[in-house]
Every structure is written in C-alpha cells, then in structure tokens.
T-cell receptor, first 111, second 120 residues
Framework: GENVEQHPSTLSVQEGDSAVIKCTYS??????FPWYKQELGKGPQLIID?????GEKKDQRIAVTLNKTAKHFSLHITETQPEDSAVYFC??????????FGDGTTLTVKP | GAVVSQHPSRVICKSGTSVKIECRSL??????MFWYRQFPKKSLMLMAT?????????EQGVEKDKFLINHASLTLSTLTVTSAHPEDSSFYIC????????????????FGPGTRLTVL
C-alpha cells in the first residue's frame, strides 16, 4: 500500500519568515495530494491541494509543488503569521480511494 | 468549501455503554464518508470507509462489531462505539468526500470538527 513520509516533525520559524514542509510518497499511481491544517481540538481543514497533472499551485501565501518523478510534494508558507501555528498534514490519494496521511508537522510561528 | 458537522463534539460515558456519533454533510451529498481515530499528537488513523447504502469497509485491525457504521443517507453516517471501554477514549473524526468530477483524478475530503470520547 501507499506510504507517506513527512518532514520535519516540528518546525519553528520567526514571524515573517517562510516555512517549508516536505512529503514523499511510495505509490506512483497516487494522483491527488491535499494539505490539511489542524488546530488543537479541531478537525483538519483543507488548505490547498494539487492534482497529478499540475506541478505547482498557489493560493495567496500558500503554495504546493509536486514532483511526480521524484514522488515528493511540498507545502510552502510565506510571510508566516502567529495564526499559522498548527499541525499540518499531507496526504496522498489514489484515484477515488482512501488517502494516506503523513505523520504531521507541528509549526510554531514566533511573534 | 464543503461543510461537515459532527455531533456530539464531546461525550463522556461509563464503561460498558454504547455511544453514537453522527457525521453530516451540510451542503452536499456524500456517497462516501470516512471515519478516523486520532491519538494525541499523532496522525489520522483510518478506521473504515462508509458507503451510502452498503456495508462499511473496515481497515485491518478494526473490530466491526465494536465500531458499528451506518450510512443510511447521502448526508448522514453514524459511528456507534459499542460496549465502550477506557481504551476506546480518543478523538474520532469523520470526513466526507466531494467527487471532483475530473475524470478520476482524485476527490476531495472535507473533515468534521471531531468528537472527543472519554470512557470512564
């Protein structure tokens, strides 16, 4: 089955700096890669996603890149703010099937 | 984005009782919903896939008779934890899939807010 590895497990940045979280996946057939933000005591919230026919997608301060050949994708957050502090999960999905999640990255943005 | 609700948000029960958690898609129809369990500071562990009108598909190691799933309509799936014990205490989260309509390139899951179950 699919295996997703996410790095780093924790990330601390200064407000205004950029943050990058990386994920690798094992199944080359996976074709949909969402990123979720989870705040304490709440459910994950979809923040951005990318499909396998696209190499990069951007939404304001958030961007995701996908390298299908290398089987890795990354989340980029620019101009970080304290409210960006949360746990971020990547996931890899095969078609209309279930998603496999990474172990999460705890991002702390220091004011 | 699509909205998914869960009820209750928090429940405390005595050991041996059963607890039902509801998951609703509020502004779309979901033929597929997923149930996850999450331990503190851990990732999401898929328990089962719930398909409307058919039996749920459980992941390996998840007891079907312990975690009963019913997906009776396109907007509602329920998870019943039967004869709950303290080790069942956890954060349970559901998600509903919105078909992307993009020729099978991948469908988006939207998550509910989660239910914190504490079994005494």
């Amino acid at each position: 089955g699919e295996n997703v590895e996410q790095h780093p497990s924790t990330l601390s940045v200064q407000e205004g700096d950029s943050a990058v979280i990386k994920c690798t996946y094992s199944d080359s057939a996976s074709n949909y890669f969402p990123w979720y933000k989870q705040e304490l005591g709440k459910g994950p919230q979809l923040i951005i996603d990318i499909r396998s026919n696209v190499g990069e997608k951007k939404d304001q301060r958030i961007a995701v890149t996908l390298n299908k050949t290398a089987k890795h994708f990354s989340l980029h957050i620019t101009e970080t703010q304290p409210e960006d502090s949360a746990v971020y999960f990547c996931a890899a999905t095969l078609g209309a099937g279930k998603s496999t999640f990474g172990d999460g990255t705890t991002l702390t943005v220091k004011p | 984005g699509a909205v998914v609700s869960q009820h209750p948000s928090r429940v405390i029960c005595k050991s041996g009782t059963s607890v039902k958690i509801e998951c609703r898609s509020l502004d779309f129809q979901a033929t597929t919903m997923f149930w996850y369990r999450q331990f503190p500071k851990k990732s999401l562990m898929l328990m089962a896939t719930s398909n409307e009108g058919s039996k749920a598909t459980y992941e390996q190691g998840v007891e079907k008779d312990k975690f009963l799933i019913n997906h009776a309509s396109l907007t509602l799936s329920t998870l019943t934890v039967t004869s709950a014990h303290p080790e069942d205490s956890s954060f349970y989260i559901c998600s509903a899939r919105v078909p992307s309509g993009r020729g099978g390139l991948g469908d988006t899951q939207y998550f509910g807010p989660g239910t914190r179950l504490t079994v005494l």
